[in-house]
């Protein structure tokens, strides 16, 4: 997948034994994340994981495994605490370890929007992208999730790499109702509309791209290529000069470069 989404995710999972849990509907229930935690166990779980996942963003997987299982050690019923362990885990291309870890997660609290969207994202990249979609249906349903939009564009992400334009769309379009800022969601509109025919759809979708966040070679790219089919040479050249200025060394302007253009 495009590689400006790669901050878009926040991939881990848990599972336990056997069998994943069940998706759920719509919850009013307060994410775990959001509680307060109660008792010198809990607090230290907490404060294990929050620590963990700093070390996880900064790239440092083996002190964010430790923190994980100090974590766990800390208070085995604390759900987060397998969310980090999974995130780890399938970080490390582990997994079945990851599963369990993600499916114990979930057991422990089934309806939390952050796990059920890593255990999402956890199937997508496991080749079981139509099972994964329940899980962001019910990461997006949390009434109380702080980002919403996140779930619904992983699951219009994943759409896409088995090729469902149109659910791909769908979700997409929910993604930017929740958020109209979400220029990933925007950008992925607007390469399903140039890929289908509707080229001024797909132009104005990606000014919209543009006026949210800086060019980047895919963005400079997709808005040569749509100009191109649309015959202004002008506009085609003025994305191109960018795509030289700026991005000599991508992908995207070595496809230029041998005349790839589709």
Known sequence: MNTRLAGLVVVGMLAGCAGSPTPNAETSEMPVSQQVAVGDARQRAKAHTELGMLYLREGRIAVALDEARLAIESDQGYPLGYNLLGLVRMYLKEEKAAEDS???????????????????????????????????????????????????????????????????????????????????????????????????????????????SEPTAQTLWLGARIERKLGDRDEEMRHVNQLRRKFQESREFQLFMQGKYE
């Open 102 to 212: 993600f499916t114990r997660a979930l057991r422990l609290a089934p309806t939390d929007p952050e796990i059920n969207n890593n255990f999402g994202w956890f199937l997508c990249q496991s080749g079981r992208e139509q099972q994964s979609l329940s899980y962001f249906e019910t990461a997006s349903k949390s009434q109380l999730y702080a980002t919403p939009t996140k779930p619904l564009t992983n699951a219009g992400i994943c759409s896409l790499s088995i090729k469902d334009d149109k659910a791909a769309e769908e979700f997409l379009s929910r993604a930017l109702r929740v958020d109209p800022a979400n220029s990933d969601a925007q950008f992925l509109l607007a390469d399903i509309c140039y890929r289908t025919g509707r080229l001024a759809q797909a132009r104005n979708r990606l000014a919209e791209v543009h006026k949210m």
